[in-house]
């Protein structure tokens, strides 16, 4: 076993330092007992290593206070939903300027021509 | 509590403080708005945010602001919370995924030894100076790698218990911790060549 795959086992389950295997290697090896010495340190004084704050009696009253309301929601909606009004309102006036007009309409046909003549029989102002 | 809401006549004040006193109780009117109910959770949850969020952060106000932010993505989210597992695992997922997120995003900010409480009451000599060397090594490494093993080793989960808790796939947590612990040894072997 070389240090390479001792220093990896160890890395992935630091419990594995008394495989006989691996004990043995340890015992000959100075660096990788070094190496392992650190790394258990390391690991075993992780479960240790929190803060240990406690919360105080105020903080679900503080949180409850940056709920939001009915009226925040209102404006958070309306927010996120203005690029979709935008959108729609772009497609429908694309969707109006493009539509062919409507059958017996002045617009209709040769539009140009129907609204001159339209316009010249007296029919009265453009529709 | 189903046999009570499925009884013919109106319920009663029992009925309605019987259902307010279980979770699901509480979690269905939070859902409705119920503030009151909705802070009955968090007091129920609130140590347990604590504890999670004091794993990364040391400061009381990171920790607080973590578990303020944590339980205001629960309130907003809570319509999407389906009751298939319990609403503990729900809210240290939120937890999680915050500190996650906000480690990664203080990337290169690297937390200074003076916010790790050191001395300890208690602490002596060799502990003391393991708790200095642990700090001083988890200040060196990457959040991200900071995170999962603080996790796998800090709160002693098994991958698959992370991977479950945290809503990666097993194969995720495997390869990150599998780099986390290589860039682990490398600061370990570098610090040991000089």
Not at chain 1, 67 to 77: S, V
Not at chain 1, 95 to 107: C, I, K
Not at chain 2, 95 to 118: I, T
């Amino acid at each position: 076993m070389t240090c390479d795959d001792v220093r990896d086992r160890l890395l992935a389950r630091p419990a594995d330092r008394t495989d006989p295997e691996i004990a043995s290697h340890l015992g000959d090896c100075t660096p990788c007992a070094a190496f392992v010495q650190r790394l258990t340190a390391f690991t075993e004084a992780l479960p240790d290593h929190r803060a240990g704050i406690e919360p105080d009696p105020g903080f679900s009253a503080r949180v409850v206070a940056r709920l939001p309301d009915d009226a925040t929601l209102l404006g958070w909606a309306a927010f996120r939903l203005l690029p979709l009004a935008a959108t729609l309102a772009l497609l429908l006036s694309w969707l109006a300027w493009t539509a062919p007009p409507l059958p017996g309409s002045p617009l209709g046909g040769d539009s140009g021509e129907a609204l001159l003549a339209h316009l010249l029989a007296g029919q009265g102002d453009v529709p | 509590m189903y046999v009570t809401t499925l009884t013919m006549s109106p319920p009663t004040t029992a009925d309605a403080s019987r259902e307010l006193s279980s979770e699901e109780g509480l979690v269905t009117a939070a859902r409705d708005g119920d503030s009151r109910a909705f802070a009955a959770l968090v007091r129920a949850h609130q140590r347990r945010v604590f504890h999670l969020a004091g794993r990364f952060y040391r400061r009381r106000e990171d920790v607080e602001e973590v578990a303020q932010d944590t339980f205001l993505q629960a309130w907003n989210k809570l319509a999407s919370f389906r009751g298939d597992a319990p609403f503990e695992a729900w809210i240290t997922r939120i937890c999680l995924n915050l500190c996650y997120q906000r480690m990664r995003r203080r990337h290169g900010r690297e937390e200074s030894l003076d916010d790790f409480d050191l001395a300890a009451p208690g602490d002596l000599g060799r502990r003391v100076e393991a708790r200095v060397e642990t700090a001083r090594l988890l200040a060196r490494l990457d959040p991200r790698d900071r995170f999962l093993l603080q996790l796998l080793h800090g709160e002693e989960w098994s991958v698959e218990e992370a991977a479950r808790r945290l809503g990666w796939s097993k194969a995720n947590v495997k390869v990150r911790a599998h780099r986390a612990r290589k860039r682990l040894r490398r600061i370990l072997e570098e610090e040991d060549s000089r």
